[in-house]
């Protein structure tokens, strides 16, 4: 059984813990097994802890990435902020011994040693190289059939593209070929690859502009006739649940377009009900989209 | 900031801040990557795929220009630097492969070290120099974690206080809690 050391982060386990049962549940169902890391903090979070001290922000990171190593097991992560660290972090350590070396002194005094022995996977590419759509496409017990999916890719599983390598920016494809492997079709949408918002510490510092980027991608998916959008990060996901909450709240919009993980959605097709996938927990009710399955 | 970037403008303009900026961001990226600086030719590509730039005031090409002209207080007082989400659209379509937005957090990270700071983003990092979460738990998770089957606490720094306690020392060593909390 291949095992993964699965880095939480924040928002999964404190604020959607459906995220987190869904990644068990669904990536246990291949025979992938997801360990804890025992003792992991915050990433740290890229757009507020990067931009105010990167130096502080990668020795974090590192301990991060020791405790997995400790481990030895490659990490898998459910967020793309968290993966941006960890991702980027293991990037720039590897490359660079000088950087490694200074990293260690910090790290010396908490008792860790980074090696750079392992790999930072999103949970993106254990479904898609790992597992693989073929083989999702065959196990899956209930095909999502006649259900519209808006795909939203984020920023940082793709960007930058010299240090993550997973193709073409402008257009991927790796998400909609995963909601067609599970029986579902995609809609396409206007400006796709926008940011959801939230990231960069504009979410924490500047909520009206977050939600102002949050509603035009809202808008273009609910153009398209998506009975859903489909997220493969956390802060994503609660940018654009959360985000039409506050929207309706603030500017008396009306959204109520249901967000769901990409493991929730692998989840529903692989025959798990919604409540134990923690679809009933969202801001955003995701009702319409779970009659359309019935 | 001069109406026209003549060649003189920056041969005698303050150079010391567009090395202050290369030297900032080589701390940790490699300095092949921030010399890019000085290859921006103004062209505002980077602004022109800007989603904050349709609807705020932040202009990439903009701070290129106040940084290559040295103008380090405008630079970095500058409000706009943090509606930057840093989505690497305008880095990847750079037509020089400046890495904008790297450069942006570097940045980012002079004008903290100068106390232009949002009070917002101090408050997130003081949460994390506390529970060692940018998001800490709440009771509201706590009972669906129960409900979905889940220990009531993460098996993160929640459920291990040493662990904590070692984060936090880290954050320590590396100047981070005296940058939050120093009194201006």
């Known amino acids: 059984m291949r095992q993964y050391a699965y880095f939480l982060g924040c928002i999964a386990p404190n604020r959607y813990p459906g995220i987190e049962v869904a990644t068990r549940k669904s990536l246990a169902d291949f025979g992938v097994n997801l ?36 481990m030895n ?52 590419e254990l479904l898609s190289d790992e597992i693989g759509y073929e083989r999702i496409e065959k196990t899956i017990r209930r095909p999502l059939k006649g259900v519209k ?23 991927p494809t790796v998400l909609d070929d995963l909601v067609k492997s599970l029986g579902a079709q995609t809609v396409d949408y206007k ?46 996901h609660l940018q654009f649940d959360r985000g039409q909450i506050e929207l309706n709240e603030k500017y008396a919009r009306k959204y109520n377009l249901p967000v769901v993980f990409l493991t929730q959605l692998t989840g529903l097709a692989l025959g798990m009900n919604a409540k134990e996938l923690g679809l009933y927990d969202n801001a955003v009710s995701t009702e319409n989209l779970l009659k359309k399955l019935q | 900031m001069p109406s026209i970037l003549k060649r003189q403008t920056i041969r005698e303009g303050q150079r010391d801040f567009v090395e202050e900026v290369i030297d900032q961001g080589s701390k940790i990226f490699p300095r092949a ?113 129960q409900r979905l089957g889940l220990p009531e606490l993460p098996p993160t720094v929640h459920q291990y206080p040493e662990a904590l306690k070692e984060m936090i020392r880290i954050l320590e060593e590396t100047g981070f809690r005296a940058l939050i909390e120093r009194k201006e």
Request: glycine share 8%; proline share 3%.
């Open chain 1, 191 to 236: 400006d796709k690859a926008m940011c959801c918002g939230a990231g960069g510490g504009v979410r924490s510092a500047n909520l009206e502009i977050a939600l102002d980027m949050t509603a035009e991608k809202i808008d273009n998916m609910i153009d398209a006739g998506a009975d859903c959008l489909m997220t493969p990060c956390q802060f994503c």
């Open chain 2, 33 to 145: 990557d921030m010399v890019t600086l000085r290859a921006c030719i103004q062209c505002g590509t980077c602004t022109g795929s800007c989603p904050s730039g349709r609807r705020t005031a932040w202009r990439t090409r903009q701070i290129f220009l106040k940084t290559l002209t040295g103008e380090r207080k405008e630079a970095l007082s500058a409000e706009d630097l943090w509606n930057c989400t840093t989505c690497y659209t305008c880095q990847e379509r750079c037509p020089r492969k400046v890495r904008t937005t790297d450069i942006v957090r570097a940045l980012r990270n002079l004008a903290v070290k100068e106390g232009y700071m949002r009070q917002d983003h101090v408050r997130v990092c003081q949460i994390v120099l506390k529970y060692g979460h940018a998001v800490p738990i709440n009771d509201e998770a706590k009972a669906i974690r």
């Open chain 1, 35 to 70: 360990l804890d890391i025992k003792g992991a903090s915050c990433c740290p979070a890229p757009g507020v802890l990067g931009s105010f001290d990167l130096w502080s922000w990668l020795v974090v990171a590192a301990r991060n990435l020791v405790l997995a190593e400790e």
């Open chain 1, 73 to 124: 097991a490659d990490i898998t992560t459910t967020c793309n902020g968290c993966y941006a660290t960890l991702q980027e972090a293991n990037h720039l350590l590897k490359h660079d011994v000088n950087l490694k070396n200074r990293a260690n002194e910090s790290l010396a005094k908490v008792g860790k040693q980074y090696r750079g022995s392992l790999e930072v996977k999103h949970i993106i």
């Open chain 1, 149 to 171: 999916v808006a795909v939203h890719y984020g920023c940082h599983f793709l960007k930058p593209s010299e240090t993550r390598m997973h193709g073409s920016v402008e257009r």
